[in-house]
């Protein structure tokens, strides 16, 4: 009875337009288990806590709330939209241009190699799990990771904000175990930010998704400084 019962449950799930598989392939690529590298870069957070400009849970959240809201909310969400449409589509021109816009705005030797790399990872994940269109991108010189994750998106039928939700989620989550990793910061404190993050999140993809293409962009000068100044720091943990 009690199979039966889970039976009618999963059948009703499955069949509620595709939602479940939907909801499963995005935390399927939102996971830190995807394994692109995500865990080696802290993306200048670790600049950020050396000379403390990072120090505690509250300036951590600043940190993390505040560049996830100006930074990705104002360039990643909007572009990742734009790209998840042209994928699509099957419009590789414009795929290009706004991969090219988005390498171009990394503003960091470090950040460039660092998107370099994670979107390699995931071009070869991607073409190996059946997405022939990735493996073109897996020796590209200007790849970015969130190309492919919109490529992954649009692939495996991911709505665009669902996308962006998952994508910020998992660069929040990325941010957080570095941060406690550097300040360092307990588990509770972690939860505490990634709590915020979530109240957070829907806000910031509703405004990026609004965004004119005159208006993608950012600028968040102490990141880049960090960025920048991680590349001779003296200790590292992370590779950027």
Not at 81 to 103: G, K
Not at 132 to 140: I, L, S, Y
Not at 141 to 163: G, Q, V
Not at 204 to 218: M, R, Y
């Amino acid at each position: 009875m009690a199979g039966n019962t889970a039976t009618r449950i999963l059948t009703h799930m499955t069949t509620d337009d595709g939602r479940l598989a939907e909801i499963l392939r995005l935390m399927q690529l939102s996971s830190p288990m995807l394994p692109v590298g995500a865990y080696a870069y802290s993306q200048g957070l670790e600049y950020a806590a050396a000379c403390r400009w990072v120090e505690d849970e509250s300036s951590a959240e600043d940190w993390i709330l505040g560049l996830m809201g100006h930074a990705l909310g104002n360039l990643d969400v909007p572009v990742l939209a734009r790209i998840h449409r042209a994928w699509r589509s099957n419009d590789a021109a414009a795929v290009r241009s706004w991969n090219e816009r988005l390498f171009a705005a990394r503003d960091s030797a470090e950040w460039q190699a660092e998107d370099r790399q994670m979107g390699q990872a995931l071009a070869r994940l991607l073409a190996d799990l059946g997405i022939p269109e990735a493996a073109a991108w897996v020796d590209g010189p200007r790849t970015c990771f969130l190309s492919l994750f919109a490529l992954a998106a649009a692939r495996w039928n991911i709505a665009p904000d669902k996308a962006a939700c998952g994508y910020l989620w998992a660069w929040a989550e990325n941010q957080v175990t570095a941060a406690i990793k550097l300040v360092p910061l307990g588990q509770t404190a972690g939860q505490k930010i990634l709590s915020a993050a979530v109240a957070a999140i829907p806000d910031i993809v509703c405004s990026g998704l609004a965004l004119e293409d005159g208006e993608i962009g950012f600028t968040a000068p102490r990141h880049a400084m960090a960025g920048a100044l991680h590349e001779t720091q003296y200790t590292r943990l992370f590779r950027s």
